[in-house]
């Protein structure tokens, strides 16, 4: 017995070790003090961003000060910027494009560091007629529109779908059907039939592990959409150069719903549907995913994105971000700063 005991304290040491091991190979020890280090000091305000071009307005101007002994701490792959912003400590972070990128890094920072609130932003496509690119939106609920089940042909709408049984798939969020789109209307039907939207699984911190819930809308933070409201009537920018100027000033909207896939959208039809299937304004990459990381650790979430170009709406030849993504991005940033002005 005392041998069977002496077996299993080595058993018990050697796991430890290993683990200790993995997580030092992961993490090295001296990163693991600095960031313990850094959540000594409080909690942050983390601020995610998808790309360079949107994040270095902000990190470049006057409005960010960086931290004089740390301003920045490199983590697997990520630099994480430490300083303030209107007085509040902030980690900004930049994600990289897609929904991958945006939801791995959301949850590196907010593993990693002692992090009260996320405050996302960038540019997005718009979808919505009554607002014009450069306006900056705050959507009260976001979705992740990326994730389908592809239901095969000759079925329709009345027919369950695959594993719709096991609680895997529904139908209550609808679909969007091929075949309306053809160009041809004389064809009946189309070989690709309909995509039917599906919500993510999630898995609060909060619940049981291993037992999923479902989530289509994430709501951003009830305290932060109506803090918000005071960032209407921001003076944004209006012009590009001298010659290159937006019909009117730019505003800030507080709008229903924004969504997120991994899809560039520039197509016409298909921002038309999204708007009138889901009323979605902005249209973009990653800030669904930030949403969701957000919803499962419980991590009060807002995302604020100006509208970069019309997703395929417009009357133009080509996608007009490459004229307005800069003064889009520009725009952002004020109103993200504000924001966190209003927070102090």
């Avoid at 650790?297 to 993504?325: C, H, K, M, V, W």
Wanted: glycine share 6%; aromatic share 10%.
């Amino acid at each position: 017995m005392r041998d069977l005991k002496n077996n299993m304290v080595i058993l018990a040491c050697i796991m430890v070790a290993i683990c200790i091991t993995t997580l030092d190979a992961a993490i090295p020890s001296s990163i693991r003090k600095t960031i313990n280090d850094v959540n000594k000091k409080g909690s942050y305000l983390g601020i995610v961003v998808p790309n360079a071009f949107e994040m270095n307005p902000l990190l470049n101007s006057s409005n960010f000060v960086a931290n004089s002994n740390l301003p920045y701490l490199d983590v697997q792959g990520r630099r994480f910027h430490l300083g303030t912003v209107k007085n509040q400590k902030v980690i900004m972070v930049m994600t990289g494009l897609s929904m991958l990128n945006s939801g791995l890094t959301t949850q590196l920072l907010l593993t990693l560091f002692e992090i009260k609130g996320i405050v996302h932003f960038g540019i997005a496509g718009n979808a919505n007629s009554n607002l014009q690119i450069g306006d900056v939106t705050i959507p009260k609920y976001w979705a992740h529109t990326g994730l389908w089940n592809w239901q095969r042909y000759g079925f329709g709408p009345q027919d369950e779908l695959a594993f719709e049984a096991f609680g895997d798939y529904t139908r209550q969020y609808g679909y969007l059907n091929f075949s309306d789109y053809d160009v041809d209307k004389k064809k009946s039907g189309s070989y690709l039939n309909s995509v039917w939207y599906q919500p993510e699984e999630v898995f609060p911190v909060t619940g049981t592990p291993e037992e999923r819930q479902h989530a289509f809308w994430v709501e951003v933070d009830q305290s932060y959409y109506k803090l918000s409201e005071k960032l209407e009537g921001t003076n944004l920018t209006r012009c590009v150069n001298a010659t290159t100027c937006l019909p009117r000033s730019p505003i800030v909207a507080r709008v229903d719903k924004g969504c997120s896939a991994n899809v560039f959208v520039d197509n016409a039809a298909y921002r038309q549907f999204l708007n009138t299937k889901f009323n979605i304004t902005p249209i973009d990459m990653e800030t669904a995913a930030v949403g969701l990381v957000s919803l499962q650790l419980g991590t009060p979430f807002i995302a604020i994105r100006s509208l970069s170009d019309l997703a395929g709406g417009g009357s133009a030849q080509s996608n007009e971000a490459s004229i307005y993504s800069s003064l889009a991005a520009d725009n952002a940033v004020t109103a993200v700063v504000n924001f966190i002005s209003l927070l102090s």
